[in-house]
């Protein structure tokens, strides 16, 4: 099976991806992108690794994302394989919202974590301006091929929510978001989900 996996540079590149950022629900331009992989190529090796149950698969409108699935039983196997590998596949969401440099956090969620259901997919914790964001929303759009939700709230309003156990920020919190940016006092927040 390790050897179906691993048949191609392509299909390594994809795997990679996946291994690497286990965290992550990605779309297909998204892997695309990352990995450098043929439309024709990648959809035929997503759809094998579905079938052997490496990828698990999420709809949100008429968008597909997949994830790895870290109970398919060579993961642990492969992770180890991965810190062997000499290039691994970034991460193009999470590098392009780094760009906003003025927020003290960044968190990815919602859909592009497997969790379609929490009501935010992008939570911004600062101030940014209404151009840059409205950049950053295209730049994200266009690479995910998906409509983005988001929420920008004031650092004041995010720690006074936190203290309040606020349901929105418990649901995000409680559900693996990828850490971005934590600029937070004592990077807090990186602390305080190592902990979960």
């Not at 691993?6 to 992108?33: C, D, G, Q, W, Y």
């Not at 490496?54 to 709809?59: E, M, Y």
């Not at 295209?138 to 995910?144: D, N, Q, S």
């Amino acid at each position: 099976m390790l050897s179906l996996l691993l048949t191609s540079k392509n299909k390594s590149a994809v795997v990679n991806l996946f291994l690497a950022h286990p965290l992550r629900s990605f779309s297909m331009p998204e892997i695309k992108a990352a990995s450098g992989c043929p439309p024709k190529v990648l959809a035929e090796t997503i759809k094998e690794l579905v079938k052997m149950g490496f990828l698990v698969s999420t709809a949100s409108g008429k968008v597909r994302f997949y994830q790895v699935d870290k109970r398919f039983a060579l993961f642990p196997e492969l992770v180890g394989m991965l810190r062997k590998a000499k290039r691994v596949p970034p991460d193009l969401l999470a590098k392009e919202l780094s760009k906003l440099k003025e927020c003290k956090l960044i968190l990815i969620t919602g859909t592009f974590t497997g969790r379609p259901r929490i009501e935010s997919d992008i939570l911004l914790v600062g101030k940014v301006g209404e151009a840059k964001m409205a950049r950053m929303l295209k730049a994200v759009e266009k690479l995910t091929g998906h409509q983005v939700n988001y929420t920008l709230m004031p650092v004041a309003e995010f720690d006074y929510r936190k203290i309040m156990s606020d349901r929105f920020i418990k649901n995000v919190l409680e559900n693996w978001p990828v850490i971005v940016l934590d600029k937070t006092k004592n990077k807090s927040i990186t602390k305080l989900l190592q902990h979960m």
